[in-house]
């Protein structure tokens, strides 16, 4: 497995790299047709997850014929929005999709470090996790992370997806190389990244927060005079609206890991 992202500031991932990488370390042919365009020939299996064509493949299987994948073409410059392609941003459906099916398929892996060595070689465990941050309110906003913790000196790589850029991980130890346990149990390391999380978020601006409460406060205001008369049945279905408006513009944020793993890496990473 060859890893191809690279992350940008803050360890945020780019979104097209990480396309790419998603892509590329599942067979598919990846071109940047343009700064902002890239195209993907999905295999077989990618269009079967992604695509939902699922009486297509039922027939195609039945009948012996031989399948087409579709190809797509993403855009991810809005200013590009009138070319022919799919717009795909944080909070879009086919990203959710991709996410889902991390989650699914992938969400926890365990891999080394391909290395070719003569004589014994320490490998060191890294736990890499890939969070989104989900902040919902009048808008839904995502951001996605990808951080590495060392588990036997406590070091972050915040740039992890880069450092591993030109890293091969196997599934299988490279032979004259081994392994130490971890001082820092997993459990522990996902809270430290995640305690990591809660401060970048706590040193974020949050205007998007105030606006929510504002405007959900101006329509729990209009709803309540609306139902002004003293009426049992009407105060229950004004309770209900008041319930729904809440859940759509109460703002919170959420985490969630979309995969994760133990990676080995020499010590000298």
């Known amino acids: 497995m060859k890893v191809k992202v690279k992350s940008n500031m803050d360890s945020q991932i780019n979104i097209e790299q990480f396309l ?8 598919c042919e990846v071109e940047t047709i343009e700064p902002g365009m890239l195209a993907v020939q999905l295999t077989v299996e990618m269009d079967k997850a992604l695509m939902n064509r699922p009486f297509y493949w039922q027939y195609i299987e039945a009948t012996g014929n031989v399948g087409q994948p579709k190809k797509l073409t993403f855009l991810l410059d809005p200013e590009k929005m009138d070319q022919d392609g799919e717009w795909i941003h944080f909070g879009s459906p086919r990203l959710q999709k991709i996410y ?5 398929s992938a969400k926890f892996v365990h ?5 070719d060595v003569k004589q014994n070689t320490m490998l060191h465990p890294w736990l890499l996790t890939n969070y989104t941050i989900v902040y919902e309110g009048k808008q839904k906003k995502e951001e996605l992370f990808s951080i590495g913790l060392n588990l036997i000196n406590g070091k972050f790589a915040f740039d992890m997806m880069e450092n591993l850029e030109e890293t091969n991980l196997m599934p299988t130890i490279s032979d004259h190389c081994y392994t130490i346990s971890p001082l820092i149990k997993p459990k522990s390391g996902f809270l430290r990244i995640e305690n990591h999380l809660h401060n970048y978020v706590l040193g974020q601006k949050h205007d998007w927060a105030a606006k929510s409460i504002k405007l959900l406060e101006e329509e729990i205001a209009m709803i309540r005079h609306f139902y002004s008369d003293d009426d049992e049945e009407a105060e229950q279905q004004m309770e209900k609206e008041l319930d729904d408006i809440r859940a759509r513009l109460k703002p919170h944020i959420s985490y969630k890991v979309v995969s994760g793993g133990i990676i080995y890496l020499n010590e000298a990473f």
């Open 20 to 27: 790419t990488q998603f892509f590329t370390a599942n067979h």
């Open 100 to 104: 889902r099916h991390l989650t699914e």
């Open 111 to 115: 891999l080394f470090e391909e290395l």
